[in-house]
C-alpha cells in the first residue's frame, strides 16, 4: 500500500509543527523519517495514523484520505507510539488480548493474532510479567506486537529504537526485517539516519516542519561515487571556533576552514559520512548548511538538508 503526504499543514498556537509537508513512500518500501528534535516527527505520524487531523492537506493510503476517514484507515494501519501507557496491574497477556478483543477479534481468529503477534516480536517469555515490571526494550517488543494484532498493512513506528541498548536494538531491528520482507508499507522515525540505514529502502527528512530531503537510499548510493566524501558545513558564526568540536566528533579525520563560515571535512567513506552528519547533527552544533561539493550528490538527498537545528 503506497504511503502519499500531500502538503501537510499542522499548527499549534502560532507555531507551525508542519509546513506544507509531501512526501511519498512507495508499496512495499521501508523508509526513514530523520529529524531533529521538535522537526514535527511525531506530529506528523500522528495525522497519518488518524489520531489527529491536519490544519490542511492530507495523507493518502494508496486512494483512501486517512484525513477523511481516519476510522478506515486506522484499520489498516499500525502505529506505534514513541512511548508505551504504563498500566500497573496488567500483564501482558492481558494487554494484548484486551487489544485483540479491541480489535473485533475473538475465539480461534484472536488466539492465532496473538500467537502471530507475539512470534513475530518474540515475546514467549514475557507474555506472564506485569507491563510496569518490563524493561524499555521488553516494552518496545510488546508495543510492536500490539500493533500487528490486525494485520496492518502500513506500519509507522515512532522512534522504536530510542532509549534501547544494542541488543536490544537489534532485536528489534530482526523483528522489524521480518515485518518488512512480508511486504509491509513502513515508516520508521529517528534521529539518527545512521541507526536505520541498513534497514531502509529510502528516507524522508524534516527540519523545523519542512521537508529537506526524500528519495530511495539505492539511488543515492548508485549515485555517490565509493571513497573520499566531502561535506562543506557552514555555520551560523565563525566556523573556525567550531572546528575543535567538530574533530572531536569525527577523530581522525580532515577539518580544514575553507571559508569564514565554513569547514570542509573529509571523510572516507560513505557509511562514515552519515555517521559524521548524525553525530554532528545530534551535537547539536550549529550547521546551517550542508552541501556535498564533489560527491556526485548534487541535487539528491543530502545536499539539500539544511542541517537546521531546532
Ligand atoms: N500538542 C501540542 N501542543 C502544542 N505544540 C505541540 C504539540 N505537539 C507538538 N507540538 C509542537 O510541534 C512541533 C513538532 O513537534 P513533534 O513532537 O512533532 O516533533 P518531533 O520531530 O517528533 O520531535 P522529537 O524528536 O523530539 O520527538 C514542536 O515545536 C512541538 O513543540
Ligand atoms: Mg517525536
Given amino acids: 500500500m503506497r504511503i502519499r503526504v500531500e502538503d501537510l499543514t499542522k499548527r499549534f498556537g502560532s507555531n507551525v509543527a508542519l509546513d506544507k509537508v509531501t512526501f511519498e513512500v512507495p508499496s512495499g518500501s521501508v523508509y526513514g523519517f530523520v529529524g531533529p528534535n521538535g522537526a514535527g516527527k ?9 489520531l489527529e487531523g491536519p490544519d490542511s492537506g492530507t495523507v493518502l493510503y494508496d486512494d483512501l484520505s486517512a484525513v477523511e476517514y481516519p476510522e478506515k484507515a486506522r484499520r489498516f494501519v499500525g502505529f506505534m507510539p514513541d512511548t508505551l501507557a504504563d498500566s500497573k496491574d496488567i500483564r501482558v497477556w492481558e494487554y494484548l488480548d484486551f487489544f485483540a478483543r479491541a480489535c473485533g477479534l475473538a475465539g480461534k481468529e ?3 493474532a496473538l500467537i502471530r503477534a507475539g ?3 518474540n515475546l514467549d517469555n514475557l507474555s506472564g510479567r506485569f507491563l510496569c515490571e518490563l524493561s524499555k526494550g521488553m516494552k518496545q517488543q510488546v508495543s510492536l ?5 490486525h494485520e496492518p498493512s502500513v506500519l509507522l513506528l515512532d522512534e522504536p529504537a530510542a532509549g534501547l541498548d544494542p541488543r536490544a536494538r537489534a532485536e528489534l531491528r530482526e523483528s522489524l526485517r521480518s515485518l518488512a520482507a512480508d511486504g509491509r508499507t513502513m515508516l520508521i522515525s529517528s534521529h539518527i539516519l545512521a541507526e536505520l540505514e541498513d534497514l531502509v529502502d529510502g528516507v524522508v527528512i524534516i527540519e523545523k516542519g519542512k521537508i529537506s530531503a526524500c528519495g530511495e537510499l539505492s539511488e543515492i548510493r548508485n ?3 565509493s571513497g573520499e566524501c566531502r561535506a562543506l558545513l557552514t555555520f551560523s558564526s ?3 571556533s567550531f572546528a575543535g568540536k567538530v574533530e572531536a566528533l569525527c577523530p581522525g579525520k ?3 576552514v575553507h571559508s569564514p563560515r565554513q569547514l570542509l571535512l573529509i571523510l572516507d567513506s560513505e557509511e562514515e559520512y552519515f555517521s559524521a552528519m548524525a553525530k554532528i547533527f545530534q551535537a547539536g552544533l550549529p550547521v546551517t548548511a550542508l552541501s556535498r561539493p564533489d560527491c556526485g550528490l548534487e541535487g539528491v538527498f543530502m545536499e539539500k538538508t539544511k542541517g537546521e537545528v531546532q
Avoid: C, P, Q
Fill in 42 to 50: 511525531t506530529t506528523a505520524i500522528r495525522i497519518m495514523a488518524g
Fill in 110 to 112: 484472536k488466539e492465532k
Fill in 119 to 121: 512470534e513475530l516480536t
Fill in 145 to 149: 506486537a500490539r500493533i500487528l494484532l
Fill in 223 to 225: 549515485r555517490s561515487a
Fill in 238 to 240: 565563525d566556523a573556525a
Fill in 254 to 256: 580532515s577539518v580544514k
